[in-house]
């Protein structure tokens, strides 16, 4: 609702994930666009930098350096900023949790790779969390050296396993995608565009879409997905804020959820996983998802086209602010999930 004036003042709003669309095309409500001005242009992963390595001396010779030529059963690559609505802390315990049901033959050939600066003001100090909670020899971390290019960036991608985010409210989960169109499986929060990334399917057996009385899947009306996601369902749902976006869902995953979650992936096994993965890449590819460099762009080209063709003056108003500190409550703001209406009729009889 911060947002809905500039968003009336937009001639064409493009949103980021099926779930942005719904939520602006609600704001609006009082102000709605034609169809053709709210559109869902997701993120697009260019196919040709991020994609599996095969065949490749240099990648070998990267990949022996940065292992010290150890070799690794199951490698799962978390690449985000040390900030705390990442989460760093809850991504390491959740990787005790899981290293510690295995045995300690197999623990030690399994490895968490942290791509992100290690201590940061805005973030945590990770090594400092290691050190605390994690056993050097059977809960293996490792953290790469600084920033790379998109080559770099797409070995260690091509290292790994998994892609693994923990992410409390997240808009888009970019590494998942860049991860995905590298061949990893993703294991992810269900919320904001991360959902769209795990192809969540209706009774009908379509790509799911929001509405005003289902703004999201975190609720798990929806578990069928792509069989190259792993979803972590949410424990709590809190809202956050800062003085420049002051209110906003976050839904929370249990560490133990996310231990059990890395479990499921390393039990399918390196060559299962390999498979899923590709499996994702494929779909990114494809005409549904549009999820490439190239299919945004065209997507872009397409709604802009329209557009121009469509285009008309919008009518003029004024924006003021105003620091009286007037609020005005709405009672249908809150979005109670089924299993809370069943848990009130419980308790009220």
Not at 66 to 90: H, S, T
Not at 242 to 271: M, N
Not at 287 to 303: H, L, P, S, V, W
Not at 331 to 349: D, I, R
């Amino acid at each position: 609702m911060y947002n809905r004036d500039f968003y009336r003042s937009d001639d064409l709003l493009l949103c980021i994930s099926k779930q942005t669309k719904n939520l602006v095309k609600n704001v609006l409500k009082d102000h709605p666009k034609k169809d053709w001005q709210v559109q869902y242009v997701p993120h697009g992963i260019d196919h040709n930098s991020f994609f599996p390595v095969a065949n490749d001396l240099e990648f070998e010779v990267f990949k022996d350096k940065f292992f010290e030529d150890k070799e690794y059963d199951f490698v799962v690559f978390w690449n985000n900023r040390n900030i705390r609505r990442k989460n760093p802390g809850d991504v390491v315990t959740a990787w005790k949790i899981f290293t510690d049901q295995l045995t300690d033959e197999q623990a030690k050939r399994c490895l968490l790779i942290m791509h992100t600066d290690p201590v940061d003001s805005n973030g945590t100090d990770i090594p400092a969390v290691i050190k605390t909670m994690c056993d050097p020899e059977r809960n293996q971390i490792k953290f790469t050296k600084g920033k790379c290019d998109p080559k770099q960036l797409n070995y260690y991608y091509n290292l790994a396993d998994a892609q693994f985010m923990m992410t409390d409210n997240e808009g888009w989960g970019l590494s998942l995608t860049e991860g995905l169109m590298a061949g990893n499986m993703i294991i992810a929060p269900v919320q904001g565009g991360m959902q769209d990334q795990m192809r969540f399917e209706d009774e009908n057996g379509d790509w799911v879409n929001f509405t005003d009385d289902w703004p999201t899947n975190s609720n798990g009306r929806y578990k069928k997905c792509g069989e190259w996601a792993i979803p972590m369902w949410g424990k709590t749902r809190s809202l956050k804020g800062s003085p420049q976006t002051p209110y906003i869902y976050a839904t929370q995953v249990d560490i133990e959820d996310a231990g059990l979650a890395l479990l499921k992936c390393y039990q399918l096994g390196r060559q299962e996983i390999q498979r899923r993965g590709n499996e994702g890449r494929k779909w990114l590819l494809s005409d549904e998802a549009r999820m490439t460099a190239k299919g945004m762009g065209q997507n872009f080209i397409d709604n802009i086209d329209i557009l121009f063709e469509k285009w008309e003056p919008l009518e003029k108003f004024s924006i003021e602010k105003v620091d009286d500190g007037h609020t005005t409550y709405n009672p249908n703001s809150v979005q109670y999930t089924p299993e809370f209406k069943q848990k009130l009729k419980e308790v009220l009889s």
